[in-house]
């Protein structure tokens, strides 16, 4: 099983950004995602759901309303779209899978003036 997230990057507040996660090694549109983030000193937090097909989500609820998690079973792909990014958005992302539970590297995001 491997997860490989991409996209992070430093942007001002307000900004946006799309994070990608690509799996293999198992059979992705079995299985429900997360991503996660953990912040400088501070432990890791879950930031949101997608259900198998795509067709339920579920957020954390200082990102809903501004993050979106999105997922393509063709191309064993999970997305989570930022906008309205803030300082406190600064993290590593990570991208989970429980099966049992696999974790990417992570990519960092840093929202900063």
């Known amino acids: 099983v491997q997860l490989v997230e991409s996209g992070g990057d430093s942007v001002q507040p307000g900004g946006s950004l799309r994070l990608s996660c690509a799996a293999s090694?198992?059979?992705?549109?079995?299985?429900?995602m997360r991503w996660y983030r953990q912040a400088p000193r501070k432990e890791r937090e879950w930031v949101a759901d997608?259900?198998?097909?795509?067709?339920?989500?579920d957020y954390a609820g200082n990102v809903k309303g501004r993050f979106t998690i999105s997922r393509n079973n063709a191309k064993n792909t999970v997305y989570l779209q930022m906008n309205s990014l803030k300082p406190e958005d600064t993290a590593v992302y990570y991208c989970?899978?429980?099966?049992?539970?696999?974790w990417g590297q992570g990519t960092q995001v840093t929202v900063s003036p």
């Open positions: 989970y899978v429980s099966m049992p539970p696999y």
């Open positions: 090694g198992f059979t992705f549109s079995n299985y429900a």
């Open positions: 997608i259900s198998e097909s795509g067709s339920s989500t």
